[in-house]
């Protein structure tokens, strides 16, 4: 386990050193007007003396101990990304938690009521909910509840902006809904492979009730599988946390961090394509740590739940 | 009967029907001509229209008709996702397939896999589209489908890589081996039937993943193609100007409450793409599960 939370770490040093090098990219233009000021062409070349001059730049002030600057209101980057970063984990906490409780149930429920009437609950809504993009979910609950309020039945929620809890519920739901349906199509495939395994067939033959077969051999086994996709999950939480909290207007990390990243539409200068580097440097910094921590607990519980893993010596 | 692979295929057959017939119907307009306003029984209105006998499924605020809309996009929109698709996956093809054979383009893809999962595909393709040779590129559109394409190369690589490792552990496998074939024939023979399914099938279900991240996209404002208008003072702003159907949803924010019609039409459109595609990579998954059981 040593190794692999000591190769974790060294990747995430190479990937953010990459993300930074490619941040610090130059990205002076210069425009070329005509007679009346009007736009007729941009040109952008890159040099390495450029490149190197950017890098220097950035890492001056965080030498002389000013860490990545300050924004128009003299606030340091670092304190308002983790500001912003904490409301955010309101959502991405509880919604990880959510989608892997709720996710394995589903699978299990599922995988219990393969055969019969119940698979249109169990199997065929799973696939429903794979294939169905969340956001149809999303305007469909967002729809169905401003009917509701025009109506007068439930009224005085207040779905946008950050702060109110009703909105963290919300966004948590709608942040929850995929990962919960992909992890429930991994536990079911985990569970059937089981199945058919000899150390079942054994336990089955030695009397175990089927309660103690899933709950205890089945599920302990199959996690193996569900580990590899602790990534996947924190990251289609991070895309996905991206277009909530821009579509509710939620103020967390990840609206701030695509304020900065995004370049302005509007184009009248060599600087205009400028970004803060700074800032986003701060807010980079918490993504990439979020993702590394969510690497290392998935490293540390494999260690403790996997039965092979616990009894053996890698 | 394989159902999945019926009403796929129905499906498919449909938003074919759409995009090549669709601009031959009489109900669209291929003009795709603006309207300001509207007299109807004395009174004025203006965009965004709901749905009426002139515009089934509405117009947007610029008066367009929302089925022209979607069927003057459809060709422009599969073509993309298709690009996006095929790219990915012909290079994630020599990358995975290469890496069972050489430890030089195992060890590449292992680092392009890792350098992308310590960030959201979305963030880093955001990134890209800001850069200035990307923003006044001509070719604008073709990076764009090539940096979507590349984020996600790592993923389907380590996919196909997985896929020949565990054909390789199998018992038939070392029979081959045994039996003294050829590398040609052991790949021929013994990993490309497993493969292929692989291949096909996931090749299918990420064009629908792709459609739904360049919705995402579009949501935040990040459009594939640019064309610059000036604006007064000097400069210029970057507007969309293309009618791939994820553009449709650059007003969500707007829409969702006072042109629904708009909202569910596009969502629509895409989650029948989607499906489309699922249905028919679980099909074919299906399909050749079915001929393998009864063969053997």
Known sequence: MGTRILKLLLQWVAAFSVLMLLLLLPREVEIESGPSGEFEAAHYHYSIGAHVESIKEFFTPLMNGEGFGTDSYNRPFISHAWDMMQRSLWLIIPAFFISIFTGVAKGVFDFKTRHGKRKLAGLQATWVGLSVPDLVFIIFIQMALMYLNMKGIITGLSLYGAGNPEAVVLNVIYLSIFPMFYLANITYSALSDENGADYIRTARAKGSSSFKLLYIHMLRNGLAKLFVHTNTIVLYLLSNLFVIEYFTNYRGAAY??????????????????????????????????????????????????????????? | MNKHLTIGGLMLAFLLFLTFIGPLLPVIDNSISQEGMRFSGGEIEVPPFPPSAEDPLGSDREGRDILSLIVAGAEETLLVILAIVVIRFAVSAVLGIGSYYSKTIRAVLSIWSQLFSFMPSIFIVIFFAGLPFVVFSEHRQIWMVVIIAAVEVGRTGDMIKTSMEYSAKKTFFEAGIVSGCSQWTLFKNYFWPDLRLTIVTNFISDMGRTLFLIAQFAIIGVYLQNAFWSIRGGGVEAVNDSFIWPTLLQNIHHDVFTAEWVVLSTVGIITFTMLTFYLLSSGIRRYYQDKYHQSS
């Open chain 1, 256 to 314: 701030y961090f695509k304020e900065y990243i995004a370049v302005s539409n509007v184009i009248n200068g060599p600087d205009s394509l400028l970004l803060n580097t700074g800032a986003i440097a701060a807010f980079a910094f918490f993504f990439t740590i979020l993702i590394l921590l969510a690497g290392l607990v998935s490293q540390v519980a494999r260690g403790f739940l996997l039965p092979h893993e616990r009894g053996g010596n890698g």
